[in-house]
């Protein structure tokens, strides 16, 4: 377990070369790689080696390195691609905030209020552009995964306005609009999100069914909507910010509205596995954490709402749907 730490920093690595990419077209020697990657074929060789040991490439007897369906994602192009996932976590600064680990556990600080300052984690990347453009790339990959099977698992049907809050550049948001052609939708994040937001539902045809609006969720969210969605968005903060965010949702409310959060849950079998190291992740950089179901009940009765079903889904990060209702 310990010497795994090299296989997401090999991931990193190919990520950022565009190995993938460059093996769309068929098998590659690490000659050949190397050439068009700008690096040494023998310590590429080596690279690539450990990552058929991990089942992302093949290697045949002539030298030539494939992707497998493992390593498919890794492809820049692809409807289901990680790449911004592996670069974003491996690399120098992601290997140095996880250092702090132990420091994080002594003064209950994140490793980004210790290396930065007393900033969060997410002011940090609005102050970097080149940051905030792998942190976007990274979360829109990371989506992929986590919403795998989640609209096939929640019946939409009675939703004729859907308000994404926080939904970034509108992964989500686009893949239930494009199951419910009758429904409308609104996408709220931070201004810095707004533009990448707008161009994605361009892109999926959408523009004309989804309003972006910017805004910051603490202060307010636009109203009237039959579902809010919150993904991967309460998980980010502690117990007290996420019953703030929450309670302005719940202002905005109609009496028939639904809150849908959609999060990893800490289940009692510790299965997934993702969930609990998700968890740590939030340790280290937010200052939130992942919760069981009695702490969601907990956080929802405290924002005015009652926990009323969990929504199981078959997304390999263990991905959960909450449903609550505004009492």
């Not at 600080?109 to 790339?137: C, H, M, R, S, W």
């Not at 309670?247 to 639904?258: C, E, N």
């Not at 939030?282 to 179901?293: C, K, P, Y």
Request: with cysteine.
């Amino acid at each position: 377990m310990i010497a795994t730490r090299h296989i997401p920093q090999a991931l990193h690595a190919v990520a950022v070369l565009g190995i993938a990419d460059a093996l769309t077209d068929g098998p590659k020697n690490s000659e050949q790689l190397a050439q068009q990657s700008g690096t040494r074929a023998s310590s590429l060789y080596r690279v690539l080696r450990a990552l058929v040991g991990a089942g992302v490439f093949a290697e045949d007897k002539a030298g030539r390195f494939r992707l497998t369906a493992l390593g498919q994602p890794l492809r820049s192009e692809v409807v289901d691609s990680v790449r911004g996932a592996a670069i974003m976590f491996g690399g120098e600064r992601t290997a140095r905030l996880d250092s702090l680990l132990v420091e994080c556990l002594r003064t209950g600080k994140t490793a980004v209020q210790l290396a930065f300052g007393d900033q969060g984690y997410f002011e940090q990347y609005q102050k970097d552009p080149a940051q905030a453009a792998i942190f976007n790339a990274s979360m829109t990959a990371l989506s992929n995964a986590h919403f795998s099977g989640v609209v096939e698992a929640y019946n939409f049907t009675s939703v004729r306005k859907l308000v994404d809050v926080g939904g970034g550049h509108g992964r989500l948001i686009s893949m239930i609009l494009k199951a419910y052609p009758k429904m409308r939708g609104v996408l709220y994040d931070l201004p810095h999100a707004s533009e990448g937001g707008r161009k994605a539902l361009g892109e999926a045809g959408l523009t004309d069914r989804c309003d972006v609006i910017s805004g910051d969720f603490f202060q307010s969210i636009p109203d009237a909507g039959d579902a809010y969605v919150l993904s991967r968005v309460i998980h980010d903060w502690d117990d007290g910010e996420a019953v703030a965010i929450l309670r302005v949702v719940r202002k905005a409310m109609q009496p028939h509205s639904r809150l849908l959060l959609f999060e990893t849950l800490i289940r009692a079998d510790n299965r997934p596995a993702y969930p609990l190291l998700s968890d740590l992740n939030m340790l280290v950089l937010t200052g939130g954490q992942e919760r069981s179901e009695a702490e969601y009940r907990r956080l929802y009765k405290a924002a005015g709402f009652k926990l009323s079903r969990i929504v199981d889904t078959p997304s390999p990060t263990g991905m959960t749907i909450i449903e609550g209702k505004p009492v």
